[in-house]
């Protein structure tokens, strides 16, 4: 049973500042992970994917994967008030297993 | 290009009800995975359909049931109601075989 545990926040960072959110992954397997951001009443929609060790980034966004250490990161730099979402990490569908196995979900609220 | 859609967008049910959800795939997927969202969570999945069969389940009881069409739309049934039911409930669709999977803005389910 894959397991994926997200530090809950809530996170509270200052416009402009870096917002920085972790994941830890039970499944040594998994070969990537996804970060979905998920607005008040709206659906997930990812924001980054990334799929061997190291540095991903993306405009704003880096996306950090440790496979030796089965964590992965976000960090979300020069923080604007519109990326006040909760933010989930998924483990993918892989080897046969067709799910999305997300984390719990980190509240961030960028504070003007 | 049509995304994911989802109806009804809002539901008030009572306990021992019975609900049907109703889920239309984004154009080209025939892929259908549905999630169920309790407050403060994360997604968890609740089981996925591809040729009009159900593939792959998760930790759900038998009163969580659906249906698939040859258009590739589905249903998600709920019989029984009982009152840890109420979440919201996300429809994913896919390509066979590819990602990333796209969400529609989901049903918020409320029993009371």
């Known amino acids: 049973q894959k397991e994926v545990e997200q530090n809950s926040g809530p996170l509270s960072v200052p416009e402009g500042a870096i917002a920085s959110l972790n994941c830890t992954y039970s499944d040594r397997v998994s070969q990537s992970f996804f970060w979905y951001r998920q607005y008040s009443g709206k659906s997930p929609e990812l924001i980054m994917s990334i799929y061997s060790n190291g540095d991903k980034e993306d405009g704003r966004f880096t996306a950090q994967l440790n496979k030796a250490s089965q964590y992965v990161s976000l960090l979300i730099r020069d923080s604007q008030p519109s990326d006040s979402a909760t933010y989930l990490c998924?483990?993918?569908?892989?080897?046969?297993?067709?799910?999305?196995?997300f984390g719990t979900g980190t509240r961030l609220t960028i504070i003007p | 290009d049509a995304g994911v859609t989802q109806s009804p967008t809002h539901l008030i049910k009572t306990r021992g009800q019975q609900v049907t959800l109703r889920c239309s795939p984004k154009s080209g997927h025939d892929t259908v995975s549905w999630y169920q969202q309790a407050l403060g969570q994360g997604p968890q999945f609740i089981f996925q359909?591809?040729?009009?069969?159900?593939?792959q389940r998760g930790n759900f009881p038998d009163r969580f049931s659906g249906h698939q069409y040859p258009n590739y739309s589905s249903e998600l049934n709920v019989n029984a109601l009982l009152l840890g039911d109420s979440a919201l409930y996300l429809c994913?669709?896919?390509?066979?075989?590819?990602?990333?999977?796209?969400f529609g803005d989901g049903t918020r389910l409320s029993i009371l």
């Open positions: 359909y591809y040729e009009e069969e159900e593939r």
């Open positions: 998924a483990d993918p569908p892989n080897f046969g297993n067709e799910k999305l196995t």
């Open positions: 994913a669709s896919r390509r066979q075989g590819e990602e990333p999977q796209h």
